[in-house]
């Protein structure tokens, strides 16, 4: 049971993965390895199903969400993220998050859902560009310290993303 996830479910180990071919797999090693298919097996096989239903369910939710599959990428190539330790950026993306943190306090003063969703799509829209350069970074130029650094950008987005979403949330009960 020591496949990486990639091999698991048949895929190339790359950022830019087929989702579809991904959900596929994925059903398929479920149903080789769902613990009802081994009701009648004995209790070390069956133990030996729920190990490997597990690890595919791991395996899977990893690769399915590109952050996740982005650290596991980089772990395979003994790279560290060092998101809780490394929290250098390029000043000017210091800088624009700066501006989101204030234009969600400016949209949340004045009850402004639509400047709020507005923020969203923008954010939506950077996480996509930067996805795309996460793409690049590893699976075409091997820049794992250029691919850790967007690692990082991107669990940043994704916690202003969470703050927009609470921000809404609230203004909206």
């Known amino acids: 049971m020591h496949k990486t996830h990639f091999e698991l479910f048949g895929l190339p180990p790359l950022f830019a993965i087929?989702?579809?071919r991904l959900d596929q797999a994925y059903r398929h090693l479920q149903a080789e390895v769902h613990p009802d298919r081994f009701a009648a097996a004995t209790d070390s096989e069956r133990h030996q199903s729920l190990q490997w239903a597990t690890h595919a369910n791991e395996a899977y939710r990893t690769l399915k969400n590109p952050l996740t599959r982005a650290r596991y990428l980089l772990q395979l190539h003994g790279v560290d993220t060092q998101e809780e330790s490394n929290t250098a950026m390029p000043a000017d993306f210091l800088m624009r998050q700066m501006e989101w943190r204030e234009a969600i306090e400016d949209a949340v003063v004045v009850a402004d859902v639509e400047?709020?969703?507005?923020?969203?799509?923008?954010?939506?829209?950077?996480?996509?560009?930067?996805?795309?350069?996460?793409?690049?970074?590893l699976d075409e130029q091997n820049d794992y310290a250029g691919a850790s650094e967007i690692v990082r950008k991107l669990r940043f987005l994704d916690k202003v993303q969470a703050e927009i979403d609470q921000a809404i949330d609230a203004l909206e009960s």
């Open 115 to 137: 400047a709020l969703e507005a923020l969203d799509r923008g954010l939506r829209s950077e996480a996509r560009s930067l996805r795309e350069e996460l793409s690049l970074a």
């Open 18 to 20: 087929d989702i579809v």
